[in-house]
């Protein structure tokens, strides 16, 4: 019984490979930051001491972790994370002995970008030259820290200019639970410590198309269709900004933005075509174009929301009320009579109902784009999605506007100032996106489309051709 | 001093035990899937060697991987993935000897279901049987394998014939944050390599379902509301069928559908009331209809969606708008009074409010089922919204339903052709479920059903009863 | 070559560190917790051992485990899951010599709060006093335990008496890619046991603000609205419960309820500043109400959303249809005009296109609140997205409604009964909101707040500031 219990220490040793002696780091600095991953490291299984100047009174820290004074915390492992300040890192300079050949993880962010001349896991090394610095977890917030990763907070970027010390902050922070990016060499601080400082990069470029847009148009329709009117009959319609000249403005920049979403990947086909195959890069702007699709779509349907609520609310507006009294008052006052239009109730139930199927599966592909939505579609559904669904959204859309222009474009009262009105405007991108998707649907078009996504290339003879598919 | 740093350097060894020498994987092919997975591995802690037959020619690897030729890299590891298409799988018979015994991972897939008479790994492990071919990781696309896994993306498939070879797989899976589920023996093959070739597989009998209940419905309306007016007074009422008769399928299906959603849970309650235990199997259709209830439910609240839509856009269809002027011009010049109804005033109040109230727990209900919120919920927080909010919103909606319908039905002109107006069909399945759920809900059936869930059988006697609960 | 293949051997087993003897588990309890916590430690790499009263009996067990009876299991392994209902516990008496020094987790819930005197695991703990009790695991559903940790059921909670077992418990809890939360010593227990039977807790507090600031109006306006027509003017309008009333209820309570998320942080920010430090904690009641942001922000989304459905349907109302045509007759048979009025129209559409913006971005508060997707948002991101954009949509939800009221605050006939209607009293908390929030944006004060929130302390002297903030 006794021999056999004895077994049972050392399996239980063995299970435990977490609290052996050697798994030891350090942590410098009490702040946020320092207790946060001192206890995502502790419940990773390390043991954790905190370096702090007046270790007796750190307060707050995590359970199971001990503090001890920089020199001897620095002594207990070959791991130190450094949680402190960048205004703060002289006090490591006297601890030089004591850091020669350990790894410093250097976690540091700044107020603003280019606060400083160099970055700070730079300044960090050229103080402690001795040490192996190696920028990382600065992406990370305390919170997330304190968490534990999830799906999207997963990511920790490390970098640096040797192997094994970028390894060993590797398995740290693959045990935390984190997927560690290795991101060069320490020359690259500076982009990781700018990361944190980003707002939404990828949105900046659909949100300056909208922007640019929504200006573009709020401004040409104030002039065609307030401004003529006060000009041409001195009539006063500026309340018209608030509600009409909004609905209008609204579809036209989704209608145009979601076929700008829909653009790149037409171009990009367009490119494989003449050049034959997928190997060569995409010019850079389109690979941009490409990486913002999704935030383009997203935007596009926040106008077309905003679309369908202003257009719902109309019946409720003072102006559209007081017409429609106004029309049946005129109607008895001048004894005529209305006659039902079977064409009018086809052309206004059509465009409605194609407004209306084209805003649900504009919907459907918003939720779709969810990142837990999305991430729970496999490769094909997702592309079924986004591409079959995403080019049928637009076909709704853009039949919903032409159904909704009908024949006005005859009219030659509909060229005020010789401008166009607004929804002929809209229909420019959408069409031609689709009259391109359209080409390369064409089953010649769309074979060889699909053989070169397969590999082929044009031009390459049999023998190469066959090599690289075989090393694929 | 020195005797100290001797010791960090075996620390800093006992911390890394990732780069040691055995910890090597080899990978056969450096396309997308290859280089995809070979920087997940390096990511995960192992060394790579890339297997190429022009190992010279070879660019784009991730940093940290090395490259020989097929012999040479075959030679370094255990434990080979071979991503590599089927076609030229023939490289592999000369290296019959340096992959005896070795652990061969097959990751293709095809391109259709049955392209080939068999399984790719089971033609792998024909063309090499000394080797020990696993089936898996095939189900990933190049991107997960490069982000790594996320919350949907993190079951990996494997099968295979040795217990030790799946284990070893297992456990290269499991370091790369992937939890790996065993399939069973290599005959499974196919059913994995036909996996990434499924379309939405648990959307498929809901979107039969709301296909056919659709169909079926826009023909019964169509005959009975466009036709029968055309045939027996002559109208052309054609132009509905684009909002009025969409506004009446939607809802229909959408209120069936619901109730769909909710009828197989109630008939597993009856099956284990009858049956006295929870403990045998429920039939498979039943489990196949449990199974897609979410789908169900999310669907119906797609067409719910459309019918809000379709009624709020109602006044300014053309259609109303001139019937509504018609009524006034005709009170008018036939000069009568139109008196003020309360009971209609309270009549359309009530059934547009319930309508308010169903859908926006009907919305609730859908959001809830994302997967990122039902993951945030308990297991007792998740049924409350589903079971309780779910029976809630289905009263709610066919108490819309009737309201709407009101007394309609004693009037016999509703029966066109001897057939019930659409409402009311809609209406069969859902009074159903409810009753029979509120029979669920009497003390002493809800009493018997809750024992039975807890494990009690009917029919145990004491003894064998006591038991089964203590193995529990 | 023989050589190479031994030191495969080696290499493979150095890889599959999982399959060697000692990483063995017991699991006592076969029910649908221990199967599916089975399934789990298999696939995470331990051998498992059932333990059960009746080996022989054992059906649906995980492939890979084996089953023996509770004395021969409990000899296998050093940890030991107890996945027992707290009920069949004696069974464990008898083994006291086989788990002498080891360690049990309890897995067992109640069916309700208080059920019994004293916590399971401490129960256990009672019965078994030469092991090592360890609570834990028992927040976790088996659905959760056979598919996996996902993002928001990643968190196992652990509580027990002695370092070592919870080391142990925690090794295996990370290893199956939870991440295990020491909660304290084993009189915890009660705690967690408790947990799994909360419903919604961070949702109750918000839940009965919501429920009572809605009962409160409902009667203020039932009053007001309609027994002040039946008793002064003997009008029966109770039809007005239905749409009216809610639509005036909905508006009101969501507008108070944002205001009342946006609050707590603006108070937090005169404490500071007040306090002039950021170190002094929060009265508790202002943590309880700051912890409840997002839930009463969803809340008030509701009943935004609610208010929104209610206002679109109002044309399809028949009161409104009815009264419509009534004021066309009206003016007809009195032969008066109709003056169209360009500031009744600026005003109507003003606040409808306030309405309209202000509800699209609360839709957009209310996306970026999905875990999915305020996970994928920087903190940065995050912060400006709930801070900035929800102190937007709160100014435009305000001046909504200041110009839904317009000037009609001065007309005495507003106040009936000597009380003001329900929109004025919706006002309060939103414009002290905003009042404070403006206060606070001031440049001097905006900077001092800076300055605490970056760790400033007033009245501190330079010396030990500077102590304090190189320990950050």
Same mark, same amino acid.
């Given at each position: 019984m006794v021999e056999e219990r004895g077994n049972m220490k050392s399996e239980s040793v063995a299970l435990l490979p977490v609290s052996t002696e050697c798994e030891r780091v350090c942590v410098f600095g009490t702040g946020d930051i320092g207790r946060s991953l001192g206890l995502r490291l502790i419940q990773a299984g390390y043991s954790v001491i905190f370096g702090s100047r007046q270790p007796q009174t750190c307060n707050f820290l995590p359970n199971g972790a001990q503090v001890l004074g920089h020199v001897e915390a620095?002594?207990?492992?070959?791991?130190? $994370?450094?949680?402190?300040?960048?205004?703060?890192? @002289?006090? *490591?300079?006297?601890?030089? =002995?004591?850091?020669?050949? #350990?790894?410093?993880? @250097?976690?540091? =962010?700044?107020? #603003? #970008?280019?606060?400083?001349?160099?970055?700070?896991?730079?300044? *960090?090394?050229?103080?402690?030259?001795?040490?192996?610095?190696? #920028?990382? $977890?600065?992406?990370?917030?305390?919170w997330t820290l304190q968490n534990g990763p999830s799906d999207a907070n997963r990511q920790v970027y490390i970098c640096g200019d040797r192997l094994e010390a970028k390894q060993e902050v590797l398995a740290v922070a693959t045990r935390m639970g984190f997927s560690a990016l290795d991101q060069g060499s320490l020359s690259k601080s500076r982009d990781l410590e700018d990361f944190p400082l980003q707002l939404f990069p990828l949105w900046r470029l659909p949100m300056r198309i909208a922007t640019g847009l929504t200006a573009a148009l709020f401004f040409y329709l104030l002039i065609r269709d307030i401004l003529h009117a006060y000009i041409t009959q001195s009539k006063d319609i500026s309340f018209r900004v608030m509600v009409s000249l909004a609905n209008k403005v609204c579809p036209i920049v989704s209608l145009v933005m979601l076929a700008l979403c829909y653009l790149p990947g037409v171009l990009a086909s367009f490119l494989q075509l003449y050049r034959g195959t997928k190997y060569r890069p995409f010019p850079d702007w389109l690979d941009r174009w490409m990486l913002c699709r999704k935030q383009l779509g997203l935007l596009?349907?926040? $106008?077309?929301f905003l679309h369908v609520l202003y257009t719902v609310i109309m019946p409720i507006r003072y102006h559209v009320r007081f017409w429609a009294t106004e029309r049946t008052v005129a109607l008895i006052r001048q004894n005529r009579t209305n006659e039902f239009s079977t064409s009018a109730a086809w052309h206004s139930d059509s465009y409605l109902s194609f407004g209306i199927l084209g805003f649900g599966l504009y919907v459907l592909l918003g939720i779709t784009s969810l990142p837990s939505v999305s991430n729970a579609l496999s490769w094909r559904e997702f592309s079924f999605v986004q591409s079959k669904l995403g080019h049928l959204t637009l076909l709704l859309c853009t039949i919903h506007t032409y159904l909704y222009g009908g024949i006005r474009f005859l009219n030659a009262s509909m060229y005020k100032w010789y401008s166009p009105p607004g929804y002929m405007l809209s229909l420019v991108v959408p069409t031609v996106v689709l009259l391109l998707k359209l080409f390369l649907l064409t089953p010649c078009v769309d074979r060889t489309i699909s053989r070169i996504r397969q590999g082929w290339e044009r031009g390459v003879n049999k023998r190469k051709n066959k090599m690289i598919k075989t090393v694929v």
């Open positions: 620095a002594q207990t492992a070959h791991l130190i $994370f450094v949680a402190v300040q960048r205004e703060h890192y @002289d006090f *490591l300079v006297p601890l030089a =002995n004591q850091l020669e050949g #350990k790894v410093l993880v @250097d976690l540091s =962010n700044n107020l #603003k #970008k280019n606060q400083y001349p160099e970055a700070n896991a730079e300044y *960090l090394q050229s103080l402690v030259p001795g040490a192996e610095v190696v #920028k990382g $977890f600065n992406t990370l917030s305390a596009a349907l926040g $106008f077309a």
